[in-house]
């Protein structure tokens, strides 16, 4: 049995390059690293994509789920746990289907969860 390892961990490397933005006024371009976040980052990320969640399935079982809330907190989750890198900018252009993609994306690589949950 081998013992943990950097390589363990992946790179938080994205790539935006080709995503239609959202606006529709032409394609996204930026490609980077997302910066290692820190203990209270990931905390508070946790908890907003949690808190998300739970007030989805109230609004679903009320019959008032209106989805344009939830994709607001999930970006707003999203642009404060990537500390400028992904831009606010490029987050902000980021289509749901793609924010949603990437939130479950960064969500797998903290450690979260399955991304295909």
């Known amino acids: 049995m081998?013992?943990?390892?950097?390589a363990a961990v992946n790179a938080l490397d994205f790539d935006f390059a080709g995503i239609p933005a959202q606006d529709g006024s032409g394609l996204l371009t930026e490609k980077g690293?997302?910066?290692?976040?820190?203990?209270?980052?990931?905390?508070?990320?946790f908890s907003a994509m949690s808190e998300v969640q739970k007030e989805a399935l109230a609004a679903a079982e009320a019959g008032a789920l209106d989805g344009s809330d939830a994709v607001a907190k999930v970006r707003s989750a999203v642009i404060d746990v990537c500390g400028g890198t992904p831009?606010?900018?490029?987050?902000?252009q980021l289509?749901?289907?793609?924010?949603v993609a990437f939130s479950r994306w960064l969500t797998n690589e903290f450690g979260?969860?399955?991304p295909k949950d």
Do not use: C, I, K, N
């Open 87 to 92: 831009t606010a900018a490029s987050l902000m």
């Open 2 to 6: 081998s013992g943990f390892t950097a």
């Open 33 to 45: 690293v997302v910066a290692e976040p820190t203990d209270l980052a990931l905390s508070t990320f």
């Open 95 to 99: 289509p749901p289907r793609y924010l």
């Open 112 to 114: 979260g969860g399955d």
